[in-house]
């Protein structure tokens, strides 16, 4: 596999931050205090020192009316982009019999 990719996927705290935070004028901590979680979290998310779990994708799905899908999927993408940067060995196709 080879994702072909020249800069890393946007992260989903970049697009918390850029898309939701910003233009709505929502503070770290108000979100925090709306989901129950540390602003700790929600900082680190937003730079992309924490990933979104799925629990977290469920929350930021119902607080700004999208699906959880739209959190996990970024989250994903920046992880293949990250192991396959990481990935020491790179296994060719097996082939049959």
């Known amino acids: ?20 935070l ?12 709306h989901l129950g979680i540390d602003i700790k979290t929600v900082n680190r998310i937003i730079n992309g020192r924490s990933p979104v779990t799925p629990e977290l994708a469920i929350m930021l799905g119902f607080t700004f009316g999208t699906t959880p899908l739209l959190w996990i999927n970024a989250q994903l993408a920046v992880d293949l982009y990250d192991a396959e940067k990481n990935l020491k060995h790179r296994p060719g196709r097996m082939q049959a019999g």
């Open 1 to 20: 596999m080879n994702l072909k990719r020249i800069r890393r996927p946007t992260g989903p705290g970049e697009i918390l931050r850029d898309d939701f």
């Open 22 to 33: 910003r233009p709505m004028n929502i503070t770290q901590k108000r979100l925090a205090d």
